[in-house]
């Protein structure tokens, strides 16, 4: 069963992102030349918004693994289980980010720790909290 991304851009807005990571080191990372983008120009900065919805491309590709979750499923999560998405794509995002600029240092720990929980969502070991997965078991 096949459905299309729900979600054109990413499951995490540049906003929520800009809680989890400091705006000066992703502003350092989106920026080229030696810039550093701006706070308020990274809310709306293509190479973010790129790295994000790249992330949330492989979210969806590990759920949709085994039709365990659909794109509107991940819309859908709300309180902790929403956060622990949002963190994913961020992670996921972030990681992103060093692989562009691999100057500016090593990735980071936490997109390993991401795509370990990529793995765990394809395999079902790790699963979100939606009560219709809960019910199927």
Same mark, same amino acid.
């Given at each position: 069963?096949?459905?299309?991304?729900?979600?054109?851009?990413?499951?995490?807005?540049?906003?929520?992102?800009?809680?989890?990571?400091?705006?000066?080191?992703?502003?350092?990372?989106?920026?080229?030349?030696?810039?550093?983008?701006?706070?308020?120009?990274?809310?709306?900065?293509?190479?973010?918004?790129?790295?994000?919805?790249?992330?949330?491309?492989?979210?969806?590709?590990?759920?949709?693994?085994?039709? %365990?979750?659909?794109?509107?499923?991940?819309?859908?999560?709300?309180?902790?289980?929403?956060?622990?998405?949002? %963190?994913?794509?961020?992670?996921?995002?972030?990681?992103?980010?060093?692989?562009?600029?691999?100057?500016?240092?090593?990735?980071?720990?936490?997109?390993?720790?991401?795509?370990?929980?990529?793995?765990?969502?394809?395999?079902?070991?790790?699963?979100?909290?939606?009560?219709?997965?809960?019910?199927?078991?």
């Amino acid at each position: 069963m096949s459905t299309p991304i729900s979600n054109s851009t990413s499951y995490i807005s540049p906003a929520e992102f800009l809680k989890r990571y400091d705006a000066r080191t992703v502003g350092d990372l989106c920026g080229d030349l030696n810039s550093r983008v701006t706070p308020t120009a990274l809310l709306t900065d293509p190479n973010l918004q790129a790295v994000l919805s790249d992330g949330a491309g492989m979210i969806e590709q590990a759920c949709l693994v085994g039709n %365990r979750y659909l794109p509107t499923d991940l819309v859908a999560l709300t309180g902790v289980s929403q956060a622990s998405l949002y %963190r994913l794509n961020a992670d996921l995002a972030i990681g992103m980010l060093y692989q562009r600029r691999p100057d500016l240092g090593p990735v980071p720990e936490q997109y390993g720790m991401a795509m370990s929980m990529l793995a765990a969502l394809e395999a079902g070991t790790l699963i979100f909290g939606l009560q219709e997965t809960m019910d199927a078991g």
